[in-house]
């Protein structure tokens, strides 16, 4: 009988023994967790720091779903392909033949081979190779961090996503090729951070969604995004070819380095700053923004529309309310409808940028209007020349005191369109009264 006793009393010591060193197990696992499951898994992980995802295609399950913080469903899609229609202007100011790839056009995101992942409170969520991932979910303090190499495509899905940081992104894109930000249809997506921004390292990560490199936004959802400084920030090229956006930021709502090219989208936009800008600091050259299609409600403090080189509207329809509409060195419209309420000038094509000699207002298409609220202000004031062959322009604006329904330093070109000045049609350009007070040599940089 006392053999017996202590044998009973041995296995039990053993058993204790081996829970608790599961329990160690996985209190370690809960502090990052490497996803290497099927393409297929859906990931909900409740209590981690930090999660890595990466992109295999084992049919095996791996040890980390076997914890019990982890739990796997898999992704479906029945969804129709989608895609936006783009035509380029093959006789405008810039080139946009290839602007747009097909995936960039296509609004709905193919799963077959996608990873979902959950976002939870505190969590970084670490993506390091090419794929589709599908973010859903609701969290406090959560970044999306994408650090792949430089060949890799990565694409977000956001799936009725909502969160809200204190001082750093909630979507971070380190490295990729290229990076696509998709809303699948009808989904509700929400991303705020609310404080001041801290640095990483050397990056100062100033955005709500913040990119080192290519952007694409697109899909059939919508996106709403606050910011305690910029909205959307890259700092290469970024592209729109679908959804709706409502961005409300104390900076910059949309920025980018290189390049904005919008062909689709609807965008409801309130800035204390500019409400899309592009400027690149090291290349006066770039800093390009061209627009096909897409509805635009803007109401911005500084521009709606600024680009440093050059701005090309082939479409769309915009409200703009700001302090200036549409600035750039050259300024292209030939098509769209343009309904502007400004401030200080409706159009203005200034000095800078070294890629065009001439600061330059170009109207070849389309129906621009512009209402002109102030003392001293200007319709379209051109620190160069003034063209138009095309569309229609009709422009409001007070008589008295130094105000202009055209400003500018060069020469006026009127060859075509219609032009009406405060609810009457002229068959000219009219000579300025101040005689140009834009100055031709006002210089390179942010005005």
Known sequence: MMKKKNLIIIALAVLLLSTAGCGQAVQQEEKQISITGTTTEQMEIQDSKELSVEEEESNEPSAVQESSTVSSKAVTSDT??????????????????????????????????AKSVQVTDGQTVNITEAGTYVISGTASNCTIRVEADKESKVQLVLDGVSM????????????????????????????????????????????????????VFNGLGTLTISSSNNGISGKDDMKFTGGTYAITSVEDSVEA??????????????????????????????GWIYIADGTFTVTASSDAIQGTSAVQIDGGTFNLT????????????NGGTINISASDDGINAAAKSSAYNTPTVEMAGG????????????????????????????VTYPTQGPSES??????????????IINGSQVDAIPQPMMGGRGGMMGGFGRM
């Open 80 to 113: 129709k392909s989608i895609s936006a229609t783009f035509t380029a202007n093959t006789s405008g100011l810039l080139e946009t033949a290839d602007l747009f790839s097909d995936r960039d056009l296509l609004q709905t995101p193919d799963l077959s081979d």
């Open 164 to 215: 809200t940081n204190d001082n750093a992104p909630a979507i971070y894109v380190v490295s990729a090729d290229k990076c696509f930000i998709t809303t699948t249809e009808n989904s509700q997506n929400t991303l705020s951070v609310t404080g001041t921004f801290t640095s990483d390292g050397d990056t100062n990560t100033d955005a709500v969604i913040f990119s080192k490199d290519d952007l």
């Open 257 to 286: 380095n290189d390049s904005i090219a919008i062909c689709g989208g609807t965008f409801t936009i309130n800035s204390s700053k500019d409400a899309f800008h592009s400027e690149n600091d090291d290349d006066n050259t770039s």
């Open 322 to 333: 700001s302090s200036e509409g549409i600035e750039s060195t050259y300024i292209q419209i």
């Open 367 to 394: 129906s621009l209007t512009i209402t002109m609220n102030g003392s001293d202000v200007d319709c379209i004031d051109a620190n160069g020349n003034i063209i138009v062959s095309g569309g229609t322009i009709s």
């Open 406 to 419: 055209f400003d500018y330093d060069g020469t006026a070109t009127y060859t075509g369109g219609t032009i």
